[in-house]
Nanobody, 117 residues
C-alpha cells in the first residue's frame, strides 16, 4: 500500500520558517510529480507548489519567493521550505504524488501549519 507521510508542521510566529517533509513508500518515487497542497478552514484545497520528475517547479502566486519545493529521489522524500510565513498560510498541508502517465494519484494524511502571534 502506498504511503505518503508528512512531517514538520506546527506553530510559528509571522515571519518565521518551517520545513515540511513527505516520505513516500511503495511507489517509484522518481517518476512521480510531487506536490504540496493546502486547505484552510472553509476553503477549497489549493496547490501550493509542485515538482516534476525532471526537477521543474511550479508555485502558487501567493507563495512565490517565500516557499521552495525540492526532492531527494534517493530518499523518496519531497520537501517544502517555507519562509516569511504569514497568518494566511495557516492551513493543513497535504503531500501529493501524481503519475502523469498512468494517472495514479496519492495523498498524505496532512500536517497542520499555524502562523499566528
Amino acid at each position: 500500500q502506498v504511503q505518503l507521510v508528512e512531517s514538520g508542521g506546527g506553530w510559528v510566529q509571522p515571519g518565521g520558517s518551517l520545513r515540511l517533509s513527505c516520505a513516500a513508500s511503495r511507489i517509484i518515487f522518481s517518476i512521480y510529480t510531487m506536490g504540496w497542497y493546502r486547505q484552510a478552514p472553509g476553503k477549497q484545497r489549493e496547490l501550493v507548489a509542485s515538482i516534476r520528475s525532471g526537477g521543474s517547479t511550479n508555485y502558487a502566486d501567493s507563495v512565490k519567493g517565500r516557499f521552495t519545493i525540492s526532492r531527494d529521489n534517493a530518499k523518496n522524500t519531497v520537501y517544502l521550505q517555507m519562509n516569511s510565513l504569514k497568518p494566511e498560510d495557516t492551513a493543513v498541508y497535504y503531500c501529493n504524488a501524481y503519475n502523469t502517465i498512468g494517472g495514479s494519484n496519492y495523498w498524505g494524511q496532512g500536517t497542520q501549519v499555524t502562523v499566528s502571534s
